[in-house]
């Protein structure tokens, strides 16, 4: 299985940037994509982004879209998601997550500890 640690999170200004990172070690090269979901208090964990590792395509959900960007480093096997202009309701635990090319939660069977993003407005 593999090993999923987030870091990055904190508190920004809505309008801020902060950078989430996930290291990935394990049996991860089983593992086609990587994702990021979120789950704010009270709300189902969402589809934030995703990227398959060898190829680089990338999907968003409709929310984050020109706002956040997803990238990865193959050679420290670690996916990164740049969060620009920042919005309150962008405030959530973010997990990354090994899986499927998808945005589908259940396509996913590995998972991180979660780290906390909160905006302030």
Not at 5 to 13: A, C, N, R
Not at 54 to 70: H, L
Not at 91 to 107: D, I, L, Q
């Amino acid at each position: 299985q593999a090993q999923l640690v987030e870091s990055g999170g904190g508190l920004v200004q809505a309008g801020g940037s902060l950078r989430l990172s996930c290291a990935a070690s394990g049996r991860t090269f089983s593992r086609p994509a990587m994702g990021w979901f979120r789950q704010a208090p009270g709300k189902e964990r969402e589809f934030v982004a995703t990227i398959w590792w060898n190829y680089g395509n990338t999907d968003y959900a409709d929310s984050v879209k020109g706002r956040f960007t997803i990238s990865r480093d193959n050679n420290k096997n670690t996916v990164y998601l740049q969060m620009n202009s920042l919005k309150p309701e962008d405030t959530a635990v973010y997990y990354c997550a090994a899986g499927a090319y998808s945005t589908r939660r259940v396509m996913y069977d590995s998972w991180g500890q979660g780290t906390q993003v909160t905006v302030s407005s």
